[in-house]
């Protein structure tokens, strides 16, 4: 569903990714890790094309997305949940929601405000609240309905379990399962290794932008060299 090949991305004269591959199968979650500064967030943006490559390509679907703007890469399907959440503060819940709203998507979830209460229980009982109301926990998973509001077939998750309270990551790690089952795509950034162990099936790790490992979490754990020299602490 989605292949990055070759991607090189830049911040100035700064080289932030280099030479990045790796392929998203459909109705897959997979974990690109990496410590903090490894490039996991620019990765994210380069799909999205915030941050364009300028080397290398994005292929969605079988179709080279390079150099569309990203209101182009969120239409075609792609979701964006970014690590600072964005949230509208002085909307309410409900309004966040509507902000997000797409029409219907062929192949995908229709997703409703019912449905997302039903996935998260605890914005149900804030949907009149304003954003800045809402704990950091509940917050994220605003991010993350109001983007599932667009209909995405493929969404990408930016450090879900930065910063919220263990009970809530445990909650965030019950939607993405419940996401796969609901047949979408996902790719998440994570440094947290325990959590994508818990709902990812593939994982990428890069460090300084370079790629290091690609292969099963089974594959991971048969190297904690890998492991050990670019994911502990």
């Known amino acids: 569903m989605l292949e990055l090949n070759g991607v090189n991305a830049f911040y100035g004269k700064a080289h932030v990714l280099n030479?990045?591959?790796?392929?998203?199968?459909?109705?897959?979650?997979?974990?690109?890790?990496?410590?903090?500064?490894?490039?996991k967030t620019?990765?994210?943006?380069?799909?999205m094309q915030m941050v364009p490559p300028r080397g290398?390509?994005?292929t969605y679907m079988g179709q080279d997305i390079s150099g569309w703007p990203p209101h182009r890469v969120a239409k075609a399907g792609l979701g964006y949940v970014p690590?600072?959440?964005?949230?509208?503060?002085?909307?309410?819940?409900?309004e966040n929601l509507e902000v997000g709203r797409q029409p219907p998507r062929d192949g995908c979830v229709t997703w409703t405000e019912d449905q997302l209460f039903?996935?998260?229980?605890?914005?149900a009982e804030r949907r009149g609240n304003r954003g800045?109301?809402?704990?950091?926990?509940?917050?994220?998973?605003?991010?993350?309905?109001?983007?599932?509001?667009g209909n995405p077939a493929l969404v990408l998750l930016d450090e879900p379990s930065e910063g919220i309270a263990p009970v809530i990551v445990e909650q965030m790690a019950r939607v993405i399962l419940r996401l796969k089952d609901e047949g979408l795509t996902v790719l998440l950034s994570e440094q947290n290794l325990h959590f994508a162990q818990a709902v990812a099936d593939r994982v990428v790790i890069i460090e300084s932008g370079t790629q290091k490992f690609v292969?099963?979490?089974?594959?991971?754990?048969?190297n904690p060299e890998i492991r050990d020299a670019y994911l502990s602490v």
């Open 19 to 39: 030479d990045l591959s790796f392929e998203v199968g459909r109705g897959q979650v997979v974990a690109l890790l990496g410590r903090n500064g490894a490039g």
């Open 118 to 123: 039903d996935l998260f229980p605890n914005l």
């Open 83 to 94: 690590e600072e959440r964005r949230i509208f503060t002085q909307l309410t819940v409900l």
């Open 56 to 58: 290398g390509s994005v």
């Open 215 to 222: 292969g099963s979490l089974a594959e991971l754990q048969a």
């Open 42 to 47: 620019t990765t994210m943006k380069s799909i």
């Open 132 to 149: 800045k109301a809402l704990s950091g926990g509940e917050q994220q998973m605003l991010t993350i309905a109001r983007t599932l509001m």
